[in-house]
């Protein structure tokens, strides 16, 4: 018999500090700062609103969570200097960093060709430049110490594969990708990992699409959105020692959409298939009671 206690300690992040840069949103990256909090780590919270970000972490602190707000705008130079200089001061090793700024706000929707320079270096700004110098300076500052780490960016299904109508916030997301396998090998002799986690559609407070039983059910294998909590526990577990020989690796978590597909229709049968006579025996047999 397997004793679990040792394979549950691996989970533990006691004694080490991680950064979640987008902390105050209430949505992914709240809830990511919130299951590393429990699992004993220091956070160092971070986000260029000091409204939402208090409102945020208020509840941590309550769960007895030890946080530390740093307000910054990680796009600058001066924001990456203050989150570093919030987690020196912060108590505990430096170990883990989590980014999760990015996004694509409505107006940068449209045909690519459509789209500004101006709109493009916006989109790719907030998605792969936030990103890559909060990584940068961590794994610098990790390098220096000599100590091990785990970095995690919050990237996107839409960076796997082609995203009509908004190419920006695609390519930007297939570069943080790219960054994440870079890194993880450059890092790998200094034992500090880099992967991502690519988010589905996630039902958050600032998501702008709301559930729809019938759409979910025909663009979602598994017939829903996701919940921040469960992205949150793959982003704890890519930190975590239960994941310490995992580097440069992207995590869809994404209800299925990634692998499915495209000429599958809302019953996820393949769309052109003339024959379709199987399908009501073995939708027969599913509907029976199992014995």
Not at 32 to 53: K, M, N, Q, W
Not at 81 to 97: F, W
Request: proline share 5%; charged share 20%.
């Amino acid at each position: 018999m397997i004793d679990p206690a040792p394979i549950l300690d691996l989970v533990g992040l006691e004694g080490r500090k991680v950064i979640v840069a987008g902390a105050g949103g209430g949505g992914m990256g709240t809830m990511i700062a919130r299951l590393a909090g429990l699992a004993g780590a220091t956070i160092v919270a971070a986000d260029r609103s000091a409204e939402g970000l208090e409102a945020a972490i208020a509840p941590l602190r309550a769960e007895g969570i030890t946080v530390a707000p740093v307000v910054a705008d990680i796009a600058s130079e001066e924001g990456v200097a203050a989150i570093m200089a919030g987690a020196r001061d912060a108590p505990g090793a430096l170990y883990g960093l989590v980014t999760v700024v990015g996004g694509v706000p409505d107006r940068y929707w449209g045909p690519a060709s459509g789209v500004t320079r101006e709109d493009w270096h916006a989109v790719l700004d907030l998605n792969l430049d936030t990103m890559f110098f909060l990584s940068q300076a961590v794994a610098r500052e990790l390098r220096a110490a000599r100590r091990p780490g785990s970095l995690v960016a919050i990237s996107s299904i839409s960076g796997l594969a082609a995203t009509p109508f908004h190419i920006a916030y695609g390519v930007a997301k297939a570069a943080v990708n790219s960054a994440v396998k870079t890194m993880a090998v450059e890092l790998a002799a200094d034992a500090i990992r880099v992967n991502a986690v690519a988010p589905g559609a996630i039902l958050t407070p600032t998501a702008a699409v709301e559930p729809d039983p019938e759409r979910d059910r025909w663009a979602v294998p598994m017939a829903r959105q996701g919940r921040a909590e469960e992205i949150a526990a793959t982003v704890l577990f890519l930190l975590s020692d239960m994941a310490g020989y995992i580097t440069g690796q992207c995590l869809a978590v994404d209800g299925g959409v990634s692998v499915k597909w495209s000429h599958l229709d809302a019953d996820n049968v393949p769309a052109y298939a003339r024959d379709r006579s199987w399908l009501e025996s073995w939708r027969r047999e599913d509907e029976e009671p199992a014995r």
